[in-house]
Nanobody, 128 residues
Framework: EVQVAESGGGSVQAGGSLRLSCVVS????????MGWFRQAPGKEREGVAA??????ISIADSVKGRFILSEDSESILSLQMNSLKPEDTAKYYCALDYTGLATCSAQEPWHIPRFGYWGRGTQVTVSS
C-alpha cells in the first residue's frame, strides 16, 4: 500500500523560508506525477509544483521564482519555499498519480481528483 508523508511545515515571518519534504513508501512502480498542492481556509485546493515521470518540473505562476521543486530520489520530493508571503499560508499536501490521467502541469487544469494518493498535509503559516 502506498503511503505518503509530508514534513517541514511551520510558522515563519514574511520573507522567510521553509523546506517541505514528501516521502513515499510502499510503491511497486514509479508514479506518473508527483507534486505539491495547497489549500487555504475557505479556498479550493490548488496545485503548486509537480514533476512528471520524465523529470519535467512545472511550477505555478503564483510561486514561480520563489519555490523550488526537487526530486531527491524516486521516493522523496522536496519543496524549497523562499520569500514566503502571507498569502502562501495554507496546508500543503503531497500527492501522486499512478494512472497517468492527471495533468502534471501548472499551465493546464490539474485534474486534482485524479491524484489517487495523498498525504495528510503539513501546515505552513506566514505572518506579516
Amino acid at each position: 500500500e502506498v503511503q505518503v508523508a509530508e514534513s517541514g511545515g511551520g510558522s515563519v515571518q514574511a520573507g522567510g523560508s521553509l523546506r517541505l519534504s514528501c516521502v513515499v513508501s510502499g510503491y511497486t512502480y514509479k508514479h506518473y506525477c508527483m507534486g505539491w498542492f495547497r489549500q487555504a481556509p475557505g479556498k479550493e485546493r490548488e496545485g503548486v509544483a509537480a514533476i512528471n515521470i520524465d523529470g519535467r518540473i512545472s511550477i505555478a505562476d503564483s510561486v514561480k521564482g520563489r519555490f523550488i521543486l526537487s526530486e531527491d530520489s524516486e521516493s522523496i520530493l522536496s519543496l524549497q519555499m523562499n520569500s514566503l508571503k502571507p498569502e502562501d499560508t495554507a496546508k500543503y499536501y503531497c500527492a501522486l498519480d499512478y494512472t497517468g490521467l492527471a495533468t502534471c502541469s501548472a499551465q493546464e487544469p490539474w485534474h486534482i481528483p485524479r491524484f489517487g494518493y495523498w498525504g495528510r498535509g503539513t501546515q505552513v503559516t506566514v505572518s506579516s
